[in-house]
Structure formats: C-alpha cells, structure tokens
C-alpha cells in the first residue's frame, strides 16, 4: 500500500514538472438576484435581525469637520459671496479662490480617532448597528480607495477611518453601517454655467442645485485639474456614474462587507439602471456570505420591496405594518461637529427612540465628533443615559413588535418628511405618552417621564371597546421596580398605582404578561 500511494505521489509530482497537473475546476455560482426590480423584489428587505435592533449610531465626521463652522454643507456654502460660510472662510483662511476646500484636507488629521473606544461607547449606548458616513457630498471617501485620490488612507488623516471601524464594531457583535450621500457628488451643470446663474440671479443659493459645488469662473471647482477634478465632480457622468458612484459602493462592500447601505438624498439623480445594478450586486455579495444585509433609501427611488423607508429629522406619526427608518440627530441643528453645538437632554432622545419603535421603527441616530478624532463629553454623556436606560429597559424595546396600537397620550407628531422638521423638533412628550410594545405574551408599556409618586396611570388601549383580541392578564410589574404593582383591568382600560418613589425620571416601562 506504501508502494502503491509513493508511486501515485511521484506520478503527480512529475506531471506538475512537465506542466500537466490536473487543474482544479472552479464552479462558478449563477447570481441569485438578476438586475431587474421583480428579481430583486424577492428578497427579504426587512430581516429579522434588523427589525430586532431598534438603534443604531452614525457620524457626520470629515474634512467638513475641521472649518467646524455652519454645518456640513461648508464646502458648498464657502464658494457663494454673501454667505456665513463664505464671509467667514474670508475673515480666517482667505479668499476661496486660493485656499479652497482641498487645503482642509491636511488638516484633517484625526490624532486622537481612537476606533476601539468609539466601538465601546456605541455598545454602551445600546446601539445594535453603527458605522461612519463613508462619503458626504464633499467627494472626500472614509476609507482606503484605489478610485479617488481624496481617501483617508492617502490624504488627511492616512488611515483606513472605515475598515477600523468596522472591524471594533463587528467584533463587539454589533452589525456595521455605511451611509453614502455621493449621488450629489457630481457636476451636473459643465457648459451650462452662465444660464444656471442666470436662471437663479435672483437667488443665487438655488443655483447648482443638483450638485453639491457650484461652477463659478475662477473657482477651483470649475478647474479643470486631474487631481481636484476627483474631489469637485468634475468627471463625465458615464465614466463618473460606472467608475466612481457604483465603483466605491463596490469598493466599500468588497472590502468591508457592511450589513447596511444607507442612502441620502439625490440617489433619484442617479440612472435606474445603476440603483437596479448596486442593488444586484450588493444582494448577490450578501448571498455568497450567507448573510442578510439591508438597504435604506431616503425618498422615492428605491422601491419598498427591495429597500427601507428613512425620514430625516422626522419619523411617522402611525403605527407601520413595515419596518421603517428614521435618522435623527444628537444636536439642534449641524450633522457635523461645530463650535457651540447645541446637544439635546437625554430624555428627549429616549423619547424620539420610544416613539419610533412603538410604531414599527429603527432609529438611526447621529453624533458628531471634532476633527481630531475625539468625541465631546456631552455628546458621550447623552449616549450613556440611554445606553444606562436601555441596560435597565431594554427588554421593552430590543426583539420586540408592534402591539395592535402604538399608543396614546396628548402629544401628536406632524405629517411629512424633513420639510416639517423643525415642528418634530419642538416637540416635547410627557408622562402622559404612553408608548406599547409587545413580544411573546408580554406587553410594553411605557410612559414618557414619571407621572407622580403613588400616581395612577389609566392604559386606554385595554379598554373593552378598544382590546378586540383580548386574553387575561397574569400579572403586571414594573421594571426597575421589585415591588409589587396593583392593578385592576376596568372597561375604561388597564388601572396601575405607581409606587412612592420615582423608578427613572426619563422613561418608565410597565410589563404586563398575558396567560
């Protein structure tokens, strides 16, 4: 037998020599999603994984970071004379035509980005997903790209800012996000220049609408520079379209393998055939790595059976059949760290997520770190009260589901989307907002604050007229609270006495389990 396996060993050895080994035949797999929206319509846009997370946590953190002034949108708003923006990049860096929106880039060096540290804030504040803002309308990527010479590996801070992070992430157990805002990235407006102004003379801001760097002679972003033209969009929308939007989504999934791709606005802008095309691939990528991944889109430009619903600074005011998305930041105004950024009470943060997951939602929630790396303290501070709380709560939000009603109470939320967010922004919710959830036979009550020592808190949703599916109640406790609570189930509703002592200040979460 030694003889027998020696000489098959030999044969072997001498065929390679002679360069006629067997070669190993590679089957390749059929993609399982075709680029066409019926095939992709069969996949499961919503998996269960995703609908059981609830929160997650991103950041606005870039080159738009270092000027630290007015918002992200920086590197638009400093070309246009009469702006804040313009008139202070005036006052402190110059006349924009010399020091454009690529000298921040050096500038942008993020010393103190410590990934392993964000990672543990993100797991302490009870976010199940987290990622960073891969690229914004500034055409400056967050990662190592071979596409564009504007990456974090080969300019600025010369690290891979993506791939750090979503290795701390991932190996915290927590699902990764991407988001990308670069369908705004391109110049839409080349040979059309003076009409454009023309057309909006009379408000100038409206002008280059559909691109995110405006066209005015002598300005580096109408240059025609190699180099600068990677940063400012200045490429033809074919080759810019195959090349540079569908190539860094490639790049970003290939290379980091990211559980969600979130989308801003503008994808609209972007031809059908290439949304059908990332969908496809990115789909396909999941499928060969047996995962379930999720896409998000802003408006309508992504269909529902293939993609999630996001409302931005604004969220449903109705319970949902499907899972929905709304992206919310910690701050009052900018997505991006600015000085005397004003940051919101915990509570009210607690609140928004409470209200999104009563009617079907997941809360997408951004911070907004300075450009060197570092995380303000108030910012930390507000992301561990409601990891503190969900520590304690969570069990009322994680895995669980809408109940027949997401709830009752006197506060309402406005119809639409971003155009009504500064009215979702003023909105102030009590202890008289009760919040429902519901998982296995238990049932979530939350009250939106603390109603009162020894108070009485009369659920309405258990009314006999209103509870058509109605089985008996077992028991009723408060979390947080090892007492016992006594209630009384009345046609009116579910009667519960509050104990002596305030539980939490913020939010209470009542568990009332049915036989």
């Known amino acids: 037998m030694k003889k027998l396996i020696f000489s098959s060993v030999l044969a072997l050895l001498v065929a390679s020599s002679c360069g006629t080994a067997p070669k190993k035949v590679q089957q390749e797999t059929a993609p399982r999603y075709e680029e066409s929206w019926e ?12 609908q059981d997370a609830k929160f997650g946590i991103y950041f606005h953190w870039g080159v738009y970071s270092v000027p630290a002034f007015g918002n992200e949108w920086y590197p638009r708003w400093m070309f246009f004379k009469g702006t804040k923006e313009y008139q202070h990049h005036l006052e402190t860096y110059g006349d924009p035509a010399e020091f454009d929106y690529s000298k921040f880039v050096p500038m942008f060096r993020a010393e103190h980005f410590d990934p392993d540290d964000w990672a543990d804030l993100f797991q302490k504040a009870g976010a199940r997903f987290a990622g960073p803002v891969a690229e ?35 190996e915290r157990g927590m699902k990764f996000i991407t988001t990308f805002h670069h369908a705004r990235n391109l110049q839409r407006y080349k040979g059309k220049e003076e009409q454009e102004i023309a057309k909006h003379k009379d408000n100038l801001g409206s002008a ?18 190699p180099e600068l033209n990677y940063l400012y969009g200045n490429i033809p929308e074919d080759k810019w379209v195959e090349e540079v939007w569908f190539g860094k989504l490639k790049e970003v999934i290939d290379k980091y393998d990211p559980d969600i791709i979130w989308f801003d606005s503008w994808l609209d802008q972007i031809p059908e055939e290439y949304r059908i095309k990332f969908c496809a691939y990115y789909l396909n990528h999941a499928a060969k790595e047996n995962k379930e991944v999720v896409i998000v889109r802003k408006q309508n430009d992504l269909p529902l059976n293939v993609s999630v619903d996001d409302l931005e600074k604004s969220r449903k005011n109705r319970l949902e059949d499907k899972s929905w998305m709304t992206d919310e930041t910690l701050s009052t105004g900018s997505w991006c760290y600015t000085k005397n950024l004003k940051i919101k009470p915990a509570a009210d943060v607690l609140h928004v997520l409470i209200d999104i997951v009563s009617k079907n939602g997941v809360l997408l929630l951004n911070i907004s770190p300075k450009a060197d790396g570092t995380i303000p303290q108030d910012q930390r501070d507000v992301l561990l009260s409601i990891g503190q709380w969900l520590n304690n709560y969570g069990e009322a939000i994680y895995e669980t589901r809408p109940w027949y ?74 979390l947080g609270y090892d007492g016992k609570i006594d209630y009384q189930l009345t046609d009116q509703g579910l009667l519960l006495n509050l104990p002596e002592k305030p539980v939490d200040e913020m939010a209470i979460a009542f568990k009332i389990q049915l036989k």
């Open 208 to 225: 280059f609408w559909d691109s995110h760097y405006p066209l005015f002679k002598g300005l580096p972003p109408a240059k025609d520079d």
């Open 39 to 50: 095939s992709l319509a069969k996949y499961n846009e919503q998996p269960d994984w995703f």
């Open 405 to 478: 009603t997401y709830g009752e109470g006197p506060t309402k939320e406005p119809e639409g989307h971003f155009s009504n967010h500064q009215k979702f922004l003023k909105i102030k919710y009590s202890a008289k907002d009760i919040r429902y959830t519901t998982k296995s036979n238990v049932i979530y009550a939350m009250a939106l604050g603390w109603p009162g020592n020894n108070a009485q808190v009369m659920l309405e949703a258990f009314a006999k007229d209103q509870w058509k599916n109605a089985g008996e109640i077992e028991n009723v406790t408060l």
């Open 136 to 170: 914004h309308h500034d055409g400056f990527s967050m990662w190592d790209s071979d596409i564009t010479p504007w990456n974090a590996m080969d300019k600025g801070p010369h690290r891979d800012i993506t791939g750090e992070l979503g290795k701390a992430i991932k």
